[in-house]
C-alpha cells in the first residue's frame, strides 16, 4: 500500500473489528413469509363470507322485538328478506361495474349524483307521459353520457380520478337540483300533473316471490358482470390496467379506451339505480343517490379489491353490499339515524383496515 | 425484403442535453442473431443510447436503421411494434395476473369477447417452458422470482417476434444459480432468430455471453469488436476507461481522533457485513458502479432503509429514522437534487432553512430577517450564482441547485455530511468549486462521506476510498498511495 500517514493506519486497524454479525438466515425468513402469505390468501378467499353469516347471525339472535320494529318481524323473516333485498336493488345494479372500474386502478366518485340526476329526469319523463321503456332508455342514454364525460376528463385530460369526478359529482347533483322546481324537494305528481301509477312498475311491483322486475334486472346485471370479468377479454384488461398500465399498454392494450367504455358503464349502471330508487318512491328526489360512493367503495373493499387495482371480484362485492344493507337495515331497528352513519362509517373502516391487510401482500 | 446481415445500424447519432452531448456521432452495426454487449463506465452514453432505440428519448440527430428501414420509434410500445422489446429493470409483467395470462396478454383470442383457449396460447406456453421448464402457465406471475419475470417477459417478446430484445442489467437483481439459467436462455435465442443487445457492468458476464462488445465512452463510441479478439478483462477495462487524468490529491495533515461513525455489520437486502470507521474531517469515498449499493448505503445510514448491523455515531447508536438521524448531526445531500434535494417551486431563501426551522423561528413564527440574513451568508459562503434569494430553486443552473442543497444541509449543523453523487449533471467549473467547499468543510472538521460512481472525482478529494461491488466492500485505499485506475475498475466490476 505504499507510504501511509500514521493516523490513517489507525482508522485502518479498527475495520477488523465487529465483522461478526448475526445475518438471519433467508431460508427461514422465506419460509415464513410463505406461510404467513399462504395462510392470508386462505383468510382473503373466505372473510367475506364469514363477515356476511356473522352479521346476519348476529342481527337474527339480537332481541330487535324488544324495540319499535316498524312493524317487521324477525330479522330473517320473509318480510325483512324482501324488503332488504327491494332496498339493495340499487347498490346491487351498480356496485358490479364499480368494481370493474377500480380493478383497473380507477374511481368514480359521481356515482351518486349521476344516480340522484337519473332519478329525476326519469320521474319527470315518466310524469310527462313517456311510456316505461322510453323513459328507462331515455335515462340509460344519459347516464352513459355522463359516464363518458367523467372518462373524458380522467382519460382524456389526464385529471386525477378523484378530483375529476369530485367536480361532476358537484355538478351532476347541482342539475339535479336545479330540474326540481322552487319550494318543491322532488320531482312527483301533483293535482294537475298527477305521477301515472305505473311508474312502480318496475321497482315496487311484484313480479316474482314478492321481488320487482328491478331485482331481477340486478341479478342478470351481476351475473352478466360475474362472467365478464371472469371470462371475457374485458375484465382480464381490466385487471391487467391496474395491474401494471405500462405492460398493458405494451401489449397493445389501449388503456384510455378501456377505461373510458369502464366509465361510460358506470354511468349507464348508476342510471338503472337511479331509475329504480324513482321507481320504488314514485317520485324523482335529487337527493336519492346521496354516499352512494361511500357504499359503493365500502362493498368493493370489503370484496376484497384492492385499492390500487388489478385484482378483484364482482361477486365478492355483491356480497359486501349485501353485509352493507344488513347493517343498516339490521341497525335500522336498533338505532336512531344518525347512528346508523357512523355504524357504516365503522363498517367501512374495517373493510379498509382489512382490504390493507389481506390484499397488499407484499412481494 | 431481403434481409442484411446487419440487424441495426446507427450512423453518426447524437443526442445533446442543455448542458452535455450525452451521445456523440456514435456509429456502429449490430450483426443478426448475435448477443451483442454495450460498456462503458457511467456516464459513458449507453443508458442515452438506449433510450433512443427504446423510444423513451428522442435522437437530436443521426440515422438508425432496422433491417434496412428508416427506424424512429416515438414511444416504447412503438419500438416494440417494430420489433425491439426492451426487458427493462422494472419489469413489464401484471403481476395479478397467471403467466399464461400475460403471455396472452393482448393477442388473446377470442368469441364474442370470450376468452378462449386456443393453440397460440398453448403455443407460447410451450416456447416458454422450453425456455425454463419449471414455471406453470396458471400460476400467479407474482408468485415468481425477479429471474423467472424475466423469463416470462423474455418468452413474450419471442412470441411477439421482437427482432432485438435489450437485456439492461438483467443479472442485478437475482441469484447466481439464476444468472445461469438466464445466460443459457440468452444463448439459446441466437437460434430463435433474436439479437440481444445487453448491458452489464459486470465484465466477466460480458466475455461468457457475448459474440461482440461495443464500449462507449464520453459519449463516443470507441470500439466494436467480436469477445473472442479482446485479449482479457484488463484490455476491456483500458478500453472503457481510456487515459484517466487525476488531478493531484494531496495528503493531509491531522491528529488522529476518535472516529465519529463507526459501521459494523450492516446489512439489508442490497448490502452485504459493510464494516468502515469515519473520522472527523476525513473524507471518505465510496466508489462503485451503478447497482453497487451506494445510495443503499446512503439511505440506510440515513435511516431511510431498515438494516441490520450497528451504525454508532460519536458512540451512540444511530436510531433508524432520518428526522432523528438529522438531530443526531448526519445531513445527506440525495442522488437526485431535483426531486430528492430541493424545493424546486419554492426561493433559495425558502429552501435554505428547512431543515433546521427551530433555529430561524420563534413560537412557531418564522423571523423573515433572520431568514433573509441566514439566506444571504450562504449565497455568499458558497458563492451561489444567483440575481435575488427571491429566485425559484428550478431556474438554478446544476452547480447552483446542488450549491442550495448543500447550504440546506450545512444549515442543519450537521457533523457529518453525506453526498451522494455530488456533481453528477454539474460542469467542470462549478464542480471544482464544489470540491474546494467540500475540502474547506473536512478542514473546519466536518467528516464527509461522499458516493460516487466517478473515479476522478473520488481519487480527486477522498483520503479514504472503499470499493463497493454488489453490496459488499471490496477493498479499503488509502489516498496518495500507488492508485492503479485499472486494478479499482478490476474490482467494482467484479473481479477478484
Known sequence: ?363 | MELTDNVLEIRDLVKDFPSVRAVNNVSFDIKRNTVHCLVGENGAGKSTLIKILTGADQRTSGNIRLNGAEYAPRSTKDAKLKGISTLFQELNVVDQLTVEENLSLGMEDTTLGFLRRTDKTKRMVEAMNSLEPSIKPRQLVSSLSVAKKQIVEIAKAVATESDIIIMDEPTAAISEGEIKRLFKIIKGLRERNVTVIYISHRLDEIFELGDYVTVMRDGKHIDTRPISQIKDRGELVKLMIGKTVFEQYTLKEGACKDPILEVRGLSNQKLNDICFDVHPGEIVGFYGLVGAGKTELARAIYGADSYGGEIRFKGRRLPNSPDKVIAAGIALVPEERRSQGLFTILTIRSNVPVMNMRKISRAGFIDGSRERKISQEYIEKLRIATSSMEKETRKLSGGNQQKVVLAKCLFADADLLMLDEPTRGIDVGAKSEIYAIIRRLSEEGKAIMIFSSELPEVVNICDTIYLLYDGSLKETIRNGCDLDSEKILHTVTGGA
Request: charged letters at 15%; proline letters at 3%.
Open chain 1, 1 to 363: 500500500m505504499g507510504p501511509v500517514a500514521p493516523q490513517k493506519a489507525a482508522w485502518a486497524s479498527k475495520e477488523q473489528e465487529g465483522k461478526t454479525v448475526s445475518r438471519t438466515s433467508q431460508e427461514s425468513v422465506r419460509g415464513r413469509l410463505e406461510r404467513s402469505n399462504a395462510l392470508r390468501a386462505n383468510i382473503k378467499r373466505v372473510y367475506i363470507y364469514v363477515f356476511l353469516v356473522l352479521i346476519v347471525a348476529i342481527f337474527s339472535v339480537a332481541k330487535l322485538g324488544q324495540v319499535e320494529m316498524f312493524g317487521r318481524g324477525h330479522f330473517l323473516s320473509p318480510n325483512s328478506i324482501v324488503n332488504l333485498l327491494r332496498s339493495a336493488v340499487p347498490i346491487m345494479t351498480l356496485a358490479g361495474a364499480f368494481t370493474l372500474l377500480m380493478i383497473s386502478g380507477y374511481i368514480d366518485l359521481s356515482v351518486g349524483s349521476a344516480m340522484s340526476l337519473a332519478a329525476v329526469v326519469f320521474a319527470l319523463m315518466i310524469r310527462s307521459g313517456a311510456s316505461l321503456p322510453a323513459s328507462i332508455a331515455g335515462v340509460l342514454v344519459m347516464g352513459i353520457a355522463l359516464g363518458a364525460i367523467n372518462g373524458f376528463l380522467v382519460m382524456k385530460l389526464r385529471i386525477t380520478p378523484v378530483i375529476a369526478t369530485l367536480v361532476t359529482l358537484n355538478l351532476y347533483k347541482g342539475i339535479a337540483l336545479l330540474i326540481v322546481p322552487d319550494g318543491l324537494s322532488a320531482i312527483k305528481g301533483t293535482a294537475e300533473a298527477p305521477m301515472p301509477a305505473w311508474i312502480n312498475d318496475y321497482a315496487r311491483k311484484d313480479v316474482l316471490l314478492g321481488l320487482p322486475w328491478a331485482f331481477y334486472v340486478a341479478l342478470l346485471v351481476i351475473a352478466a358482470l360475474v362472467i365478464l370479468q371472469r371470462k371475457t377479454i374485458i375484465g382480464k384488461y381490466a385487471a391487467a390496467i391496474g395491474g401494471n398500465r405500462t405492460a398493458a399498454e405494451l401489449s397493445g392494450i389501449s388503456a384510455v379506451k378501456m377505461v373510458w367504455i369502464l366509465y361510460a358503464a358506470v354511468g349507464a349502471f348508476a342510471a338503472l339505480a337511479g331509475i329504480s330508487r324513482a321507481s320504488y318512491m314514485s317520485l324523482g328526489d335529487p337527493l336519492s343517490g346521496d354516499n352512494m360512493e361511500l357504499d359503493c367503495i365500502i362493498a368493493v373493499l370489503l370484496g376484497g379489491t384492492a385499492f390500487s387495482g388489478g385484482e378483484g371480484s364482482v361477486a365478492k362485492t355483491i356480497v359486501g353490499a349485501l353485509i352493507i344493507m344488513c347493517v343498516t337495515t339490521g341497525l335500522m331497528t336498533v338505532i336512531p339515524a344518525y347512528w346508523q352513519t357512523v355504524a357504516k362509517a365503522s363498517v367501512l373502516l374495517i373493510a379498509v383496515i382489512l382490504n390493507h391487510l389481506l390484499v397488499r401482500v407484499k412481494a
